[in-house]
Structures are given as structure tokens and as C-alpha cells.
């Protein structure tokens, strides 16, 4: 007897609940009743013969036969989302559903003013952007144009690079009103430092530029790029930051003997180009991008 075939929407139903860790939140993640979601967790629990999450204090937790359909049921969402993104689109025109991926800071900071120029001189556009320190997979189609400060390796994509981040020590004019402006890096000792946490790349990269931001040395330690520039935005200490973007915030520039550029590239999958809503978002970032990062 053949084994029954598996519904894309309970599998919807299984990946939501991963997601979240309830019903309820699968729930309203998907946009339908607890009770219809509660059916098609048990109707996929039937389909494969055991149970795949076990109720505890936290929510939800997935059993290990869960644990090993996870790789699979991702796939099919990013395949599932591919083919809506398509399925969307009027290929006479630049309309429809574009997936754009990107990290944190130039995701907050840069790009949205970006989208808003995009989307005047397109209207039928819509636009899924991902932020995330993740490099979302361009050859497996799980974002349709990436913005990345590492030029993308994968051997179906096209790539452009649009120009440099030019890196530099920064601080609010308030805490160099408090504490005076450093001289010199040794005086780096006396003032609050911004820094990676855990990024061991990162910190020894850093290092290498002059600015010895080791736990011993900062006070305000942080992985991720958006916070470090929220953080050096509220005057908590000396920290690395753009110049494109401290310009624009009123950041303070010290110390200029550490300073470094970043490459900041554009990318798509070699198909895409072929498909007037990517090559539209495409060229536009690309242009827009060029003329945020040109020397000023």
C-alpha cells in the first residue's frame, strides 16, 4: 500500500510551530485558527506514524523525528516561496515579488530610503526584505538579490561591486564634549570602547587596523552591527562605524590613523537577469548604492 501523500500545508503547519514553539504562535504566524493548525500537526503526526513535538514548561519541542525532517521541510518553504515570488510576476513588466537580502546595518541604515525610490518608479513591485547576518543562498534561490561586504562565491551569480564603506573611529559629539577628544591611541585606555563580543574574526581583524577592541578593553561588546551603531549613535563609547553613515547621524570622527574601506557588493543569480522585477531591483540598489558610497 502506498504510503499517503503529505499536504504542503501541514508541512506549513509543522515548519510554523518549529518556528515559534506553540500552536498559537503557528497560528498567527500562518493566518489561521489554533484549531486548524492543532488538526494539521495531528493529520501530518498520522501521515508519518509518530508524534513530533512533546508539550513542556517552554512550549512545543520537537521529538528527534522532527529534528530530522527539519532540513526537509525547509527546503520545501524555500522552494514554496521561489515559486510564489514567480508565480507572482507579469513577465512583460517589473511587477511582482522580489526577495532582497541584506545585513543588518545596511538593511536598517542604507537600504529603506533606497526601497522607497524603488517603489515609486515601480508601483507593481513588492519587495521581502531579509535582514540578517545569514548569507542566504542565491543558487538556491532563497533570496533573489543580495546585498553583501563580502563578495558572494557562488559560481551562478552575478556579482557588481558598488563601492566601498569607509571605516573609521567614531563618537558622539556629546561624550567627546564630556571627556575631551583622544590624542592619540594610547589614550584609548581612559574613554569607553564599542566592540565585537564573541566575533573572534572580527575582533582580530580590528586589531589589525589599530583598534585593540578585546573584552579587556570595551565596555559595550555586541556581535551585531546595528547594535554597535546604535550604541555609539547613544554617546556610549569610541567605536568603528562608516563614514557614509556617521556623516549623516553627526558622529565625530577620532584617531583618522585607524581607518580601512569594506567592499560592498550587489548580487543575483545568473538566471535572474532574464526576469524584469529582479533586474529592475537590481539596477536600481546597484546605481542607488553607487552614488551613497561614492568619496565625499
Known amino acids: 500500500m502506498n504510503a499517503p501523500q ?17 500552536l498559537s504562535g503557528a497560528a498567527r504566524l500562518l493566518g489561521i485558527a489554533q484549531a486548524t493548525a492543532r488538526r494539521r500537526i495531528e493529520a501530518l503526526e498520522q501521515s508519518v506514524g509518530v508524534s513530533l513535538f ?43 515579488t522580489v526577495r532582497l537580502t541584506s545585513g543588518p546595518l545596511l538593511g536598517v541604515e542604507v537600504l529603506p530610503p533606497m526601497l522607497r525610490t524603488l517603489r515609486r518608479d515601480h508601483p507593481q513591485l513588492a519587495v521581502e526584505l531579509s535582514v540578517s547576518n545569514r548569507l542566504q543562498a542565491l543558487a538556491q534561490q532563497e533570496a533573489d538579490v543580495a546585498v553583501r561586504i563580502h563578495r558572494p562565491t557562488e559560481a551562478t551569480v552575478v556579482t557588481r561591486k558598488v563601492g566601498d564603506l569607509h571605516v573609521g573611529l567614531y563618537a558622539a559629539p556629546e561624550l567627546l564634549a564630556e571627556l575631551g577628544t583622544p590624542s592619540g591611541l594610547a589614550q584609548l585606555q581612559g574613554y569607553p570602547l564599542i566592540g565585537p563580543d564573541r566575533n573572534g574574526q572580527d575582533i582580530e581583524f580590528l586589531q589589525q587596523h589599530g583598534f585593540d577592541c578585546s573584552a579587556a578593553r570595551t565596555v559595550i561588546r555586541t556581535d551585531d ?10 554617546g556610549l563609547g569610541i567605536g568603528v562605524c562608516p563614514r557614509q553613515l556617521a556623516q549623516r547621524h553627526g558622529l565625530v570622527q577620532v584617531l583618522p590613523e585607524v581607518a ?11 538566471d535572474m537577469r532574464r526576469v524584469p522585477r529582479i533586474a529592475a531591483t537590481f539596477d536600481a540598489l546597484a546605481a542607488a548604492l553607487t552614488a551613497f558610497l561614492q568619496p565625499r
Open 54 to 96: 512533546v508539550r513542556s514548561p517552554k512550549g512545543l519541542l520537537p521529538t528527534d523525528m522532527a529534528r530530522e525532517l527539519i532540513g526537509h521541510v525547509e527546503a520545501m518553504a524555500v522552494a514554496a516561496n521561489a515559486f510564489n515570488r514567480a508565480a507572482s510576476a507579469d513577465v512583460a513588466v517589473a511587477g511582482g
Open 260 to 270: 580601512f574601506d569594506v567592499d560592498v557588493w550587489i548580487a543575483m543569480h545568473q
Open 225 to 234: 552591527h546595528l547594535a554597535q551603531f546604535a550604541a555609539l549613535r547613544a
Open 6 to 22: 503529505l499536504q504542503w500545508e501541514t508541512q506549513r503547519a509543522f515548519l510554523a510551530v518549529l518556528r515559534t514553539g506553540s
